[in-house]
Nanobody, 115 residues
């Protein structure tokens, strides 16, 4: 069984920073694509960042230059460093790991950007 657990969310002021972490455990290799999505209630889940096992990253324009995704394959961990946060970044952030055609998701961690 595969488990995905996110941590690091919280309340931060506009312009501040947060670092999210995601740990994967269970019978799955750490050499799979991993990433983050986010979701606001009533809206579709939005792509935030992905990283391949080789370290190749991808971001949407909305976060590029502010967010940085990184990983530790041996520890099956992926991190998301978020800087220059704005109110529009408020959402529940979800981590996933891709294994073939299947994705495993965590329960999410809430990020709230507010003064």
């Amino acid at each position: 069984q595969v488990q995905v657990v996110e941590s690091g969310g919280g309340l931060v002021q506009p312009g501040g920073s947060l670092r999210l972490s995601c740990v994967v455990s269970g019978n799955i290799s750490g050499d799979n694509d991993m990433g983050w999505f986010r979701q606001v209630p009533g809206s579709q889940r939005e792509f935030v960042a992905t990283i391949t096992a080789a370290g190749r990253t991808n971001y949407p324009d909305s976060v590029r230059g502010r967010f940085t995704i990184s990983r530790d394959n041996a520890k099956k961990t992926v991190m998301l460093q978020m800087n220059s946060l704005v109110a529009e970044d408020t959402a529940a952030y979800y981590c996933f790991i891709q294994a073939g055609t299947r994705q495993y998701w965590g329960q999410g961690t809430q990020v709230t950007v507010s003064s």
